[in-house]
Structures are given as C-alpha cells and as structure tokens.
C-alpha cells in the first residue's frame, strides 16, 4: 500500500489514495486492486498530452494513394496472377495467422450481447462470428491446412464470446487453434489529468482502440504462438462485415510480393459526402485520412475521368507482416495517440453522480501505416466484401447488410441457372450462401448438382 501510494502522488494522482482510504474494507480492495493494474507512467504520458496544442489539417498536405484498382490494364492483370500464385503457397505452407478485432457489445442494435453473436443470416440468421468461422473453415479444407484464429475480445465482453464459442462448438475449428485475448484499457481522465472513476470504488476505464489489438497480440503470448506456428502473415478484419474475405490469395500475395509490412482493402466511396474515411498521404506518409479533416474542396475533387480523388475508403481490412507486428510493439505500441473529449457521467468523491468533461485515449491501427516502408492498397468491390453492421437502421444497418448479402447470393444463383425464392416488396429475394458452401460466384457455379434447403424464410445453400 505504501508503494501504491508513493506511485499515485508522483503520477499527480494523489486524490486516488484520499478516495482509496474512505472506502471500506471490501471496496478499497476491489479499487486497489484495479490501482495495481495502471501503468501510472503512461498516465503521466497521457495527461501530458492534454496541453499540447492539435495539429491544424490546413497546413498538412494530402494526396492520394497509389492504388491497385478494380479495373486494370494488361501488366496490372500479370502481377495479379503472379501474385495470387504467392498468396496460395502463402495459404497451404500455413503461414497465414488471423486476426478478428471483436470487442464491440451490440447494444446499439438492441441486442445485449457481443456484436459477433448477432443473427445476420437473411435466412438462417447465423450469426456473424459463425459467418467468418465458416469462410476460415472453407479456407482450411481448400488449402488442406489448419487455420490460426486470433480473436480480440474486450473485459466487457470477454467471457461471453468464449461462452459463445464454447455453446457453439468452436464453429467446427480445432479449440486450439482459436487464441482468444483482451483488449486492454485505460482510465478516463479529466481537464487536469486526474482519473475519473465510474463508481466509488471503480476507475472509469475505456478500451485503448484498436490500435491497442497490435499490443494485445504481444502482450497475450498470441505473438509468440505464431512464431511457434511459423506464421509470416497475417490477415485483420473486424467482425461487423460479413462479407470480408480473410483468406484473398491476391491481397495476401500482393501484400508479400510487395515486401510490405502493413497493406489496405478499399472501396470506392458512395460520394463525396460519405462520411468514412479514406487512405491517402499526408505530409508523404500513408494514413486514413478522417472526413472531417480533408478540406471541403478535396473532398469533391475529380479526376479528369471524373471518379473522386479521395474515393479509397477505408473498410479496416488489412494485412501485416508478422515481423512488422513485432517491431511496432517492442517496448510498447508505437502509435499516435487520439484524444476523445466528450462530457462523462462519473461518481465524485462523495459517491454522486455527476457529469464532466473528461477525455479517453485511443489508438488506431490505420495509424502504422505510416510505419511501413512498403504498402499496398488493394481496391475491392463493395457488393462482394463490405456491408458492415453499425447502425440499428438506415445505411450500414443489420437491414441494409442482409439485403445486400440477398442481392449477392441471388446473383450467384441467377447465374448458376437455379430458381430464386419469390422477391419481397423491396425487390429482394431472400436467399443465403453458406460459406461453407462457397465464397465466390466462381466457385458456386463450379459445385455441380447444388440444390437450396427451402425454408419459410427463402432459400439457403450449405
């Protein structure tokens, strides 16, 4: 206590110990005990960052990316092909790790649980960790391989996406080759830098973004696992987007060929007023650029074809070279970071609660980009690899995601000569592909006497 005590009055943090010694005996030790967990120099660190002034997008210089586009010309096409030949020897030598960043609740879909196990099928409502557990499982029985499965998880949300794994048999993988870990946090502090607390015996703690995934990956051990599995890549995604490829032989190919250490999938922005943001440099260094720090007049800046300049939208699909992991997170993470102003609801020191301004940290993993020598940015379609999960309706809302899923598998089956389900009063016909099944229209057509399991809810193909 003594040692607690003297590192909470260097931190400036001394009003934790006045708090800590009015608390009786069983909430001074839960409160203690959280104390023991803060790093109180990197405290100090943050609290530093409070008074230095924000850097004006006015004076910085933005360009956009070099990018690998959807549309290609005869030497594009080649090193295309040369480079989905490197990511399929990548995907059977088995040197391809996961990465699934999934520490978000689904509350703001009405659903209290962990986002992953929402019910996005159209038709059999799988939910979305199923979804990806089934693309990494078709991976494995197309490459012959076992599939490494790293899944970030946050305190919140932790034990019920294990739980839910558990109830659910793994999805079909091996337990073992799902590595579960959590995303660590932070406490929220004020205007002076002091820790706020959420209750009289609590800190106000915030996850560390996701950026903080790059560390929790060293931190857990997940790191050294995939140097005892051999692994030389890996491939991130987010758990909102059922849609994402993990296993892309061309991303994953031009990534190693290129010899990058961290390289980006696309899409082509809505318009201009989408508010997402795009990758692009800044200052000559690649970053995502947020949409409300690129100037008006570059927002709606075209090309002489007329396609927007800034258009690479950033759908937090990445891959990294494993020892680029490595060396951005020793002796800690090595990124910016992101201050969060907003008003809090926290416990003062007579136990009301109260509202004030406060500040969290975060961290984002676009923000190693700029850390990599070589990068690429690999434009995809948005119709076959991006429809996430964010809003209860409107855009990007579990409605709008199952009618774009409908819309791809109804074309699959259009093309494949097969009968849809009749269309409902928005034109959409319900039905749903498994990935099990298959991933790509090409690869539906190649299964040969496939036939749908008819159910009320429309077709499904397993």
Known sequence: MSDLRRKLIEADQAHAWERLQRLDPGKRARLEGELLRIDFALVQRLGRLLH???????????????????????????RAREARGVGRELLRASQVGFVLVAGGQASRLGFEAPKGAYPIGPVSATPLFAFHAHRLAAAALRYGVRIPWYVMTSPANDAATRAFFTQHDHFGLVHDDVFFFAQDVLPALDEDGRMLFSAPDALFLAPNGHGGCLLGLTSSGALDDMRRRGLRQLSYFQVDNPLVRPADELFLGLHAASGAGMSSKVVVKRNANEKV????????????IEYSDLPAELRDAREPGGELRFRAGNIAVHALEVNFLERLTRGGLQLPWHLARKKMKV?????????????????????ALARSEASVVLEVERSEEFSPVKNASGEDSPASCRADLCRLFANWVRAAGLPLPPADECGIHPVEVDPLCAESQDEFLARRGIRPDVRDSGHLYS
Do not use: I
């Open 52 to 78: 230095e002034p924000a850097v004006s997008s006015t004076a910085r210089r933005f360009e956009p990316p070099e990018l690998f586009p959807l549309r290609r010309d005869d030497a594009q096409l080649a």
């Open 277 to 288: 943001g795009v990758l692009g440099r800044v200052d000559g260094e690649l970053a995502c």
């Open 347 to 367: 416990v003062d020191p007579d136990g009301r609660t109260v509202e004030r301004p406060g500040v969290k940290f975060e961290t984002f993993v676009f923000d």
